[in-house]
């Protein structure tokens, strides 16, 4: 049938963006990981008090370095926007077929994750402490953002806080891929607990997220 064929095509096409967004994630994960190795995020200064360009870090890199980041960051948010657009399509084409929901809900019957769950993340947790020179301060984490999802935590699965924690203590000196909401952008974070001059292997304190306020 010709509507078959459509909804075929139409789920074939999100599943071509889900694979692009993931390699922009890829990119944006493994340039988070060139500035915590600068000890830099992306607003820290790049000169030293004097106005030289700062010798503790490659200058160089970390702009060319930021200014992608902020290139993928757009292209993310444009490809978030396809995918949207192509599940409401596979929603639509699947209802004129009279297919189930969970068929509408998944691009493919052998996939485990629904593609709604991939873009509806909800934040689940929210930022109220960044320490200055903190591992959540180099990783670019901010005051008041909306944590969607840490690592393979996510609204789906926090349960307390705890598991955050524990977490954070088996993933000492890995990356964490942190993704946060903030005012109406997603950022993605690449976060290394760690040691510091401070308290705990982070430098930020995170509070749950009430519903009323997602």
Not at 60 to 81: A, F
Not at 82 to 111: M, Q, T, W
Not at 116 to 136: K, M, Q, W, Y
Request: charged share 30%; hydrophobic share 35%.
């Amino acid at each position: 049938m010709v509507v078959d064929m459509e909804l075929e095509e139409a789920k074939k096409e999100v599943l071509e963006l889900m694979k692009e967004k993931d390699q922009i994630e890829a990119k944006l994960q493994e340039l988070n990981v060139i500035l915590n190795n600068n000890r830099v995020g992306m607003e820290d200064t790049l000169v030293d008090s004097e106005g030289y360009p700062r010798a503790d870090i490659d200058v160089y890199q970390v702009r060319h370095t930021r200014h992608t980041i902020i290139c993928l960051q757009n292209d993310h948010k444009s490809i978030m926007k396809k995918i949207e657009n192509g599940l409401a399509k596979v929603h639509a084409i699947s209802g004129c077929n009279n297919e189930e929901p969970s068929v509408a809900n998944r691009v493919s019957d052998s996939s485990d994750t629904s593609i709604d769950d991939e873009i509806h993340t909800e934040p689940f947790l929210r930022v109220n402490l960044v320490s200055p020179g903190s591992p959540a301060e180099q990783a670019g984490i901010y005051e008041n953002d909306l944590i969607m999802e840490f690592g393979s935590i996510n609204s789906q699965n926090f349960k307390v806080l705890k598991d955050i924690g524990e977490l954070v203590e088996q993933s000492r000196y890995k990356p964490i891929n942190v993704k946060v909401k903030r005012l109406d952008k997603r950022v993605i974070l690449t976060l290394i607990p760690r040691p510091w001059s401070g308290r705990g292997l982070l430098g930020c304190n995170v509070i749950p997220l009430e519903s009323v306020e997602r």
